[in-house]
């Protein structure tokens, strides 16, 4: 399984981006999928997930600017990030929850990431 992120990129404070990820390989069906993100020196942290049936949850930090969704049909999540600010500089990762077979657990799968920075 691979997860493949882009939309990243430099963008100025209040700007906005829309982040993708696309899961692919041997899948029979993806759970929960969602969006990490890590700063240089900090701990990374989750920023959005969503479930399967499209329930969200959002830190606190992003909740009111940051929109989470996905096409099931695709095995795709986005994430819309609007009036960014310098904080919200990382590296942003997606995760997804993968069942590979019909008869086997799901695992929990990470994307290699893509540079999100805010500034001018």
């Known amino acids: 399984v691979q997860l493949v992120e882009s939309g990243g990129g430099l963008v100025q404070p209040g700007g906005s981006l829309r982040l993708s990820c696309a899961a692919s390989?041997?899948?029979?069906?993806?759970?929960?999928m969602g969006w990490h993100r890590q700063a240089p020196g900090k701990q990374r942290e989750l920023v959005a997930r969503i479930t399967r049936g499209g329930t969200t949850s959002y830190a606190d930090s992003v909740k009111g600017r940051c929109t989470i969704s996905r096409d099931n049909a695709k095995n795709t999540v986005f994430l819309q990030m609007n009036s960014l600010k310098p904080d919200d500089t990382a590296r942003y990762y997606c995760t997804a929850d993968v069942q590979t077979t019909w008869n086997q657990r799901a695992s929990a799968y990470w994307g290699q990431g893509t540079q999100v920075t805010v500034g001018s």
């Open positions: 390989g041997s899948i029979f069906r993806v759970y929960d």
